[in-house]
């Protein structure tokens, strides 16, 4: 027991990563109640218009489509911990700004979509940066499991967080919690600050392959075995990831809940994704292509029965198994992409995943806002679930007829990112 304990958690061995997952607990525990906040505001303002939620959800994805590939390239040239750092003081800095608008009573629609907007700009630089710096805090060996347990704090907060919000919202209003989100941001910004830099895994200073975005698109586009998984990333982001429109829908307008039981959907999600996160700590090396297919395919399946649910129940049943299917898709593609990229590339690569995972969110959430105005909130995760399935047997196909791409492997990476010695990282 205590062996499988110390395999699970071994990446907290590291100082620097047991600060920043436990930053990163208190800040993504803010965001979780932030967006079940900042959805149920638009819907009691618009009368559960699902057009203007899509809208805030676009509008927060968008700047991803637009700025994501260069908050890469930053993120390869630059001190991530510094870009880190400057990017949660602004988070914070604008969730503050809109729960005081909240509080005063002054709230009107245009605020929540201006939000929406500058947040998602300044995750264009955080997300692909943050992924990047996960390796930096634990060298090559243990990514796979800092990127599993980095998944499962997500996931903790992801189930607190909703299920507190909900409770808060239903006693105080949407104005206290945005509040709090806003200075949860804090947590992040004292841990990155705590670290040592010597103790960093970083790429040399000058080191850092290409000159810009475009290098890395060209290191991309010369492997195979990472376009795949790209492409099946970019079609499941656009159409079944859209939870944080589709929940929101169905709590209103199908089972007539409020906004404590909005909260348990939402954490129904994140405790069957929070399961799948543990379990990816096990992994050691990269995974297969057919992993990643095959959990396109279970997601596909359950998402789409989740769309048929006939009551609140049989829902957070359903939701549990999505997220989990949910989760260990995303984990197994991510792990494959990073994986297997030259650590010189991987901010950009990175941000190329973060575009095609998130950035596709705009159309995708203006597709699903549509959809479930034409035909119901349930055709929302239907359908997004068909087409999801769909596109991971296209894939099971292509990977059958092409087979695993020769060479690949978890080799990449312990040949091209083992460690660097202290001495050289305090000298960068």
């Known amino acids: 027991m205590n062996k499988t304990l110390s395999r699970t958690f071994r990446s907290l061995s590291v100082r620097n990563f047991r600060l920043f997952a436990a930053g990163q607990v208190m800040s993504v525990g803010g965001t979780w109640m932030m967006v079940v906040a900042q959805d149920w505001l638009v819907l009691s303002l618009t009368g ?26 930053l993120a390869d ?57 996960v390796s930096e805090l634990v060298g090559g060996d243990l990514l796979p499991n800092a990127s599993a ?24 209003g949407s104005g206290p919690v945005m509040l709090l989100n806003a200075v949860s941001y804090l947590a992040t910004v004292l841990a990155l600050r705590m670290m040592r830099p010597a103790e960093l895994h970083r790429v040399a200073a000058g080191s850092s392959a290409g000159g810009g975005v475009v290098d890395g698109l060209r290191h991309m586009r010369s492997r195979p075995d990472l376009m795949l998984p790209m492409a099946l990333v970019g079609v499941v982001g656009m159409f079944g990831f859209n939870f944080q429109l589709t929940l929101p829908l169905i709590a209103r307008t199908v089972y007539d809940a409020d906004a404590s039981a909005f909260g348990l959907l939402a954490s129904a999600l994140g405790v069957g994704s929070l399961v799948a996160a543990f379990v990816t ?34 829902a957070v049943v359903m ?32 941000a190329l995943y973060t575009l095609i ?29 068909l087409i999801s399935l769909a596109a991971a047997a296209v894939a099971l196909v292509v990977v059958r007829t092409r087979g695993e791409e020769p060479g690949e492997g978890s080799s990449l990476v312990k040949r091209r990112a083992a460690p660097r010695s202290p001495a050289a990282d305090s000298r960068r």
């Open 48 to 73: 559960d218009s699902a057009t203007a939620l899509g809208m805030v959800t676009a509008l927060q994805f968008t700047p991803l489509l637009l700025l994501t590939l260069y908050g890469g390239r």
């Open 77 to 133: 040239r630059h001190d991530k911990r510094l870009l880190l750092t400057i990017a949660n003081l602004v988070s914070g800095v604008l969730a503050a700004v809109l729960a005081l608008v909240v509080l005063t009573g002054a709230v009107q629609l245009w605020h929540i979509y201006l939000f929406a907007f500058a947040l998602g700009s300044v995750n264009a630089v955080e997300v692909p940066t943050r992924m990047a710096f």
């Open 149 to 172: 347990l980095s998944a499962a704090y997500f996931n903790t907060a992801r189930v607190a967080g909703p299920a507190l919000a909900g409770v808060l919202i239903s006693q105080f």
């Open 281 to 314: 700590t096990a992994r050691r090396g990269r995974p297969s292509a057919r992993t990643v297919v095959g959990a396109a395919l279970a997601f596909g399946l359950l998402e789409t029965l989740t769309g048929f649910a006939p009551n609140l129940v049989s």
């Open 319 to 350: 939701l549990v198994l999505t997220g989990f299917a949910t989760m260990y898709f995303a984990q197994a593609a991510n792990h494959r992409i990073q994986l297997g990229t030259d650590p010189r590339y991987r901010g950009r690569v990175m």
């Open 357 to 385: 995972f998130q950035g596709s969110t705009p159309l995708g959430a203006l597709f699903v806002g549509l959809l479930s105005e034409l035909l119901g909130a349930r055709s929302g995760l239907y359908v997004g679930g």
